[in-house]
């Protein structure tokens, strides 16, 4: 990345343009350019593979992604952004493409095609679980995208990577991990934004395992609802919340007096494939 020459310092660039990071939109400014190449290493090699990125601001993470060699397309809702990451574009061999719009209207498939992709994000904090359980809930598997590396607050990324039976164990832990792998690969002190937040962050390593047969993902999502829907509840109680509910747990052997936060990811799996055969 190096058409245009040397580019300026990322706070240089947010104070010429006067960004600052908007609570409304959920951002948080990451200037730290060893910290963003650390982050863009996260996946492996990304040269000359199709990256994937959500929220990149001011183009601090945009500008690692794309000295990995990267081809990135970034998603960019602010329109106060959209200058600074044009900024990028001479300097970017063509590498680079902004969109100006909203990620959970844009799919992957809108932007690649069928061509696989990395995901690499300091996702907005306000839309970040929507995304990802979006982009977890994939019909097509192995999914689109090859691998996610993906900025939460930490609270979040501990509920992502959760055993079975620990206090952050929950639904968003079981859609991560029964068809993927997940684990944090990197904690963020919360003093390395622009301002900092309130609460530390982590990056989050998801990548596709192979897919329990049988079992649409709706079905998986619907399952975890109801269980988790009624939290610290016995299971006979959660489960009258999804039609054959009960049943399933008869079905795949499971005891409706435990909890859901004690079943392990292949007790989920049983049940969802009961409720399947239904």
Excluded at 55 to 64: E, I, S
Excluded at 117 to 136: D, E, K, M, Q, S
Excluded at 171 to 188: D, F, G
Excluded at 195 to 216: F, N, Q, R, T, Y
């Amino acid at each position: 990345m190096n058409a245009g020459g040397a580019l300026p310092p990322l706070r240089d660039v947010i104070a010429r343009h006067g960004l600052k990071a908007t609570k409304a939109l959920g951002q948080n400014f990451l200037c730290d350019e060893q910290l963003l190449d650390r982050i863009a290493a996260i996946p492996g090699d990304l040269k000359g593979r199709n990256l994937f990125e959500v929220g990149p601001g001011p183009g601090g993470l945009t500008r690692a992604l794309l000295r990995a060699g990267a081809n990135v397309v970034a998603v960019e809702q602010d329109r106060r952004c959209i200058p600074a990451l044009a900024e990028l574009d001479e300097f970017s061999d063509g590498r680079l493409r902004v969109i100006e719009g909203d990620a959970l209207k844009i799919g992957i498939a809108d932007v690649f095609g069928d061509a696989p992709c990395h995901i690499v994000a300091n996702l907005p904090y306000n839309i970040g679980t929507a995304l990802f359980t979006r982009w977890l809930e994939s019909e097509i598997w192995p999914p689109q995208w090859t691998s996610m590396a993906l900025m939460f607050q930490r609270e979040v990324a501990l509920r992502i990577c959760a055993a079975p039976g620990s206090k952050s164990y929950g639904r968003l832990s079981v859609l991560a991990q029964w068809r993927s792998t997940a684990k944090i690969a990197l904690p963020v002190h919360r003093s390395a934004f622009t301002p900092p937040p309130k609460v530390m962050s982590a990056v989050v390593l998801i990548e596709p395992s192979e897919a329990p047969g049988g079992i649409h993902p709706k079905t998986m999502a619907r399952v975890t609802a109801a269980a988790f829907g009624q939290r610290r509840k016995m299971l006979r109680q959660a489960m009258k919340a999804l039609p054959g509910g009960i049943e399933a747990l008869a079905a795949a052997d499971i005891a409706s007096d435990r909890r859901a936060e004690t079943l392990t990811i292949a007790e989920f799996i049983a049940i969802a494939r009961a409720v399947e055969a239904g």
